[in-house]
């Protein structure tokens, strides 16, 4: 059986967080996942998940400055990257996630990005450890953020076990490694043991994953027989109104 999550940073972003989980369960999802849900109240997220029963997978580290993308590699920016971690961790734990993706950012040719990025990823593993989640590092595709730190899955591979933290997983974003050399079945079987979630988006459009180039209804059951058991995120920018382009999911249920 395939599991989705819903990302609420897309889908039913209009409405207040605790409605759109309640959307997610009538629509059908056994799990949501956000992106900065900190202008919304925990307390009120935490009761709508109690209320529907599902899960809250995961949410970002702050984004910082427009284009930044992140703080985490960012030289000179070490307090504000330990404050936004720990901002995450601490509404992360309030609601009951599973995990925090600490953003890296985009550095450019600053030297240093990478090693400062490893420091701060030994930080966010040791509030994981306390806090009993996990730290996701997320691969994005040079086209939609030109200059991110790591691009590829294999790229965030090799970080993974620089720090060697067993805290410490990989988003697998089909969207993102479609982009950046495809080939998606092989790459996630060949990182499989590092692999902490799966997203997927139609590509090239990163909308509903009933058009485009990839044909998930038949990726996704296959990722799954590679050994993958947990849950696949919707993270697509919906053509229309979120629950207008939902058809795909009575497709994939049938897989």
């Given at each position: 059986m395939i599991r989705l999550s819903a990302n609420l940073g897309f889908l039913w972003a209009d409405r207040p967080l605790p409605d759109a989980i309640h959307a997610a369960k009538a629509a059908g999802f056994e799990a949501v996942e956000c992106h900065w849900p900190y202008g919304e109240d925990a307390a009120a997220v935490a009761r709508a998940l109690r209320d529907t029963g599902l899960p809250m997978l995961g949410l970002n580290t702050a984004k910082g400055r427009p284009g930044e993308f992140g703080l985490s590699a960012l030289p000179g920016r070490k307090s504000e990257a330990r404050d936004a971690i720990e901002q995450a961790f601490d509404y992360g734990a309030a609601i009951g996630a599973g995990a925090v993706h600490v953003m890296a950012g985009v550095p450019g040719k600053a030297p240093g990005a990478?090693?400062?990025?490893?420091?701060?990823?030994?930080?966010?593993?040791?509030?994981?450890?306390?806090?009993?989640?996990?730290?996701?590092?997320?691969?994005?595709?040079?086209?939609?953020?030109?200059?991110?730190?790591?691009?590829?899955?294999?790229?965030?591979?090799?970080?993974?076990?620089?720090?060697?933290?067993?805290?410490?997983?990989?988003?697998?974003?089909?969207?993102?490694?479609?982009?950046?050399?495809?080939?998606?079945?092989?790459?996630?079987?060949?990182?499989?043991?590092?692999?902490?979630?799966?997203?997927?988006?139609?590509?090239?459009?990163?909308?509903?994953?009933?058009?485009?180039?990839?044909?998930?209804?038949?990726?996704?059951?296959?990722?799954r027989e590679a050994g993958w058991t947990g849950f696949f995120g919707a993270e697509y920018k919906p053509r229309g109104e979120t629950d207008l382009g939902l058809g795909w999911i009575e497709d994939f249920r049938r897989r």
């Amino acid at each position: 059986m395939i599991r989705l999550s819903a990302n609420l940073g897309f889908l039913w972003a209009d409405r207040p967080l605790p409605d759109a989980i309640h959307a997610a369960k009538a629509a059908g999802f056994e799990a949501v996942e956000c992106h900065w849900p900190y202008g919304e109240d925990a307390a009120a997220v935490a009761r709508a998940l109690r209320d529907t029963g599902l899960p809250m997978l995961g949410l970002n580290t702050a984004k910082g400055r427009p284009g930044e993308f992140g703080l985490s590699a960012l030289p000179g920016r070490k307090s504000e990257a330990r404050d936004a971690i720990e901002q995450a961790f601490d509404y992360g734990a309030a609601i009951g996630a599973g995990a925090v993706h600490v953003m890296a950012g985009v550095p450019g040719k600053a030297p240093g990005a990478m090693a400062i990025f490893h420091d701060n990823l030994i930080a966010a593993c040791d509030l994981a450890a306390r806090h009993a989640m996990t730290v996701l590092i997320e691969p994005l595709n040079a086209r939609d953020v030109p200059g991110y730190l790591h691009v590829t899955v294999e790229a965030a591979a090799a970080i993974v076990r620089a720090v060697a933290r067993p805290e410490l997983k990989i988003m697998f974003d089909c969207y993102h490694q479609q982009i950046m050399g495809g080939d998606l079945l092989r790459r996630f079987e060949a990182h499989l043991g590092a692999i902490g979630h799966v997203q997927f988006a139609s590509v090239p459009w990163r909308r509903e994953p009933d058009e485009g180039e990839v044909a998930y209804d038949r990726l996704l059951p296959l990722l799954r027989e590679a050994g993958w058991t947990g849950f696949f995120g919707a993270e697509y920018k919906p053509r229309g109104e979120t629950d207008l382009g939902l058809g795909w999911i009575e497709d994939f249920r049938r897989r």
